[in-house]
């Protein structure tokens, strides 16, 4: 069982900067690659960013690539999502989720993500 608790959000002009973390729980949480997601009102669940297990390979979506940074330090079970460069379209909500699976891959659907926080808003003003 691994829990995740998020913190960092709120409220940023676009241009602006924000610094997103996950805590996990769970000593089996740093065997996993982990993931962000953000969910707009009225839109599905679309992803953000990951990083792999031992934190080697990220990947990103194309929205956020060149602007966010993830990265994560499994001696203290935390991942974070360093957002620059804000625009408005970035508004929502944010989640942080662990694969399913251990391994190699990072993989970028949400159904392969099975623990999830409660999320955290992040909403870049115009």
């Known amino acids: 069982q691994v829990q995740l608790v998020e913190s960092g959000g709120g409220l940023v002009q676009a241009g602006g900067s924000l610094r997103l973390s996950c805590a996990a729980s769970?000593?089996?949480?740093?065997?996993?690659?982990m993931g962000w997601f953000r969910q707009a009102p009225g839109k599905e669940r679309v992803f953000v960013a990951a990083?792999?297990?031992?934190?080697?390979?990220?990947f990103y979506a194309d929205s956020v690539k060149g602007r966010f940074t993830i990265s994560r330090d499994n001696a203290k079970n935390t991942v974070s999502l360093q957002m620059n460069s804000l625009k408005s379209e970035d508004t929502g909500v944010y989640y942080c989720?662990?694969?399913?699976?251990?391994?190699?891959?990072?993989?970028?659907?949400?159904?392969?993500?099975?623990?999830w926080g409660q999320g955290t808003q992040v909403t870049v003003s115009s």
């Open positions: 989720a662990t694969q399913r699976t251990t391994g190699w891959a990072i993989l970028t659907n949400h159904l392969d993500y099975n623990y």
């Open positions: 990083i792999s297990w031992h934190g080697g390979s990220t």
């Open positions: 769970g000593s089996t949480a740093s065997r996993y690659a």
